[in-house]
């Protein structure tokens, strides 16, 4: 949350130049204040743990946060107990009409699965477009992220020659953008994937902003001018062992994995994994929910979209 203070006070000023965001009292007066709407469009097939790791991070703010899972109406959940999604999912058809401040869009394991054949893309694509009428911002993770860039701006991943696994440090290259606000020059983040646009795909759009990248990974947080779009190709909600999991799976299948990178001790498998990513990844859902929900999204949360109409 920002700070308040009084409008002429010199340190606005300074702050405001170090990319710190401060309200000054005319501003904070034209305020009103309502729980934040926020929906979660959960693609993974173990759902419990993407909710656990999605949850943990939008509760560290201040703000109040509803939030409405939502589930693809004809793709049935191999990995997830219908009788939890029955309970706790909505279905889109349910909510199609209402409106969010907020929405995220998970990963999907479908790396090497062309958009257009994955079975549940008609809705996907449905939702891409809803989601721009009905919702302030969205977050896509991984896969959507991907996905979102292919939908919005025709940008087609390339297949990597082996997959991206590990822990990776990115540089912050749009340090005033109020998304990485309070980041370090340079942080971890957990990446699992097969593919990546390449890096000169984004200069074509002058809507796609990349905010920090890496040579190994490219572009890892991107946005559009507004903020309605936000992307993120890497994994910063992960847990301790979700990697190790992934990796472990991975050899009980008959694979040859390479070892995640950066991410044991040592890059010892038998050391067991670090976390070192946690701070940024609570950083970044923090700068989203603030300044690209909460300080963009009207108070009457039926005026979303109205400005397409």
């Given at each position: 949350?920002?700070?308040?203070?009084?409008?002429?006070?010199?340190?606005v000023?300074?702050?405001?130049?170090?990319?710190?965001?401060?309200?000054?009292?005319?501003?904070a007066?034209?305020?009103?204040?309502?729980?934040?709407?926020?929906?979660?469009?959960?693609?993974?097939?173990?759902?419990?743990?993407?909710?656990?790791?999605?949850?943990?991070?939008?509760?560290n703010?201040?703000?109040?946060?509803?939030?409405?899972?939502i589930?693809?109406?004809?793709?049935?959940?191999?990995?997830?107990?219908?009788?939890?999604l029955?309970?706790?999912?909505?279905?889109?058809?349910?909510?199609?009409?209402?409106?969010?401040?907020?929405?995220?869009?998970?990963?999907?394991?479908?790396?090497?699965?062309?958009?257009?054949d994955?079975?549940?893309?008609?809705?996907?694509?449905?939702?891409?477009?809803?989601?721009?009428?009905?919702?302030?911002?969205?977050l896509?993770?991984?896969?959507?992220?991907?996905?979102?860039?292919?939908?919005?701006?025709?940008?087609?991943?390339?297949?990597?020659?082996?997959?991206?696994?590990?822990?990776?440090?990115?540089?912050?290259?749009?340090?005033?953008?109020?998304?990485?606000?309070?980041?370090?020059d340079?942080?971890?983040?957990?990446?699992?994937?097969?593919?990546?646009?390449?890096?000169?795909?984004?200069?074509?759009h002058?809507?796609?902003?990349?905010?920090?990248?890496?040579?190994?990974?490219?572009?890892?947080?991107?946005?559009?001018?507004?903020?309605?779009?936000?992307?993120?190709?890497?994994?910063?909600?992960?847990?301790?062992?979700?990697?190790?999991?992934?990796?472990?799976?991975?050899?009980?299948?008959?694979?040859?994995?390479?070892?995640?990178?950066?991410?044991?001790?040592?890059?010892?498998?038998?050391k067991?994994?670090?976390?070192?990513?946690q701070?940024h990844?609570?950083?970044?859902?923090s700068?989203?929910?603030?300044?690209?929900?909460?300080?963009?999204?009207?108070?009457?949360?039926?005026?979303?979209?109205?400005?397409?109409?």
């Amino acid at each position: 949350m920002p700070i308040k203070v009084v409008d002429q006070l010199p340190a606005v000023e300074a702050l405001s130049a170090e990319n710190v965001f401060v309200m000054t009292e005319s501003r904070a007066l034209k305020q009103d204040i309502r729980p934040l709407k926020i929906a979660i469009l959960n693609l993974m097939p173990n759902k419990v743990t993407t909710e656990i790791q999605l949850l943990r991070l939008l509760a560290n703010s201040p703000l109040q946060v509803d939030v409405d899972l939502i589930r693809l109406d004809n793709h049935v959940s191999k990995h997830t107990a219908e009788s939890h999604l029955n309970c706790f999912y909505k279905f889109f058809s349910d909510v199609q009409q209402q409106n969010y401040d907020g929405l995220i869009i998970t990963g999907a394991p479908l790396g090497l699965v062309d958009y257009e054949d994955v079975s549940y893309w008609p809705q996907l694509s449905e939702i891409l477009a809803w989601a721009d009428r009905h919702v302030t911002s969205t977050l896509f993770l991984c896969w959507a992220a991907h996905a979102a860039l292919y939908y919005y701006y025709g940008l087609q991943r390339e297949i990597r020659g082996e997959k991206l696994s590990g822990v990776y440090w990115q540089k912050v290259v749009q340090p005033l953008s109020p998304l990485v606000r309070g980041f370090d020059d340079e942080f971890l983040v957990p990446h699992s994937r097969y593919a990546q646009v390449p890096q000169q795909k984004y200069q074509q759009h002058p809507d796609i902003h990349v905010l920090a990248q890496a040579d190994v990974t490219g572009a890892y947080l991107l946005q559009n001018s507004s903020g309605s779009r936000v992307f993120v190709t890497g994994h910063p909600e992960y847990d301790l062992t979700t990697l190790n999991d992934e990796y472990q799976r991975d050899l009980t299948a008959g694979l040859t994995p390479k070892v995640p990178e950066n991410y044991f001790k040592d890059n010892d498998p038998a050391k067991g994994p670090q976390k070192l990513w946690q701070s940024h990844a609570f950083l970044l859902f923090s700068n989203w929910l603030n300044y690209y929900v909460y300080q963009a999204t009207p108070f009457d949360i039926q005026q979303i979209g109205q400005e397409q109409l």
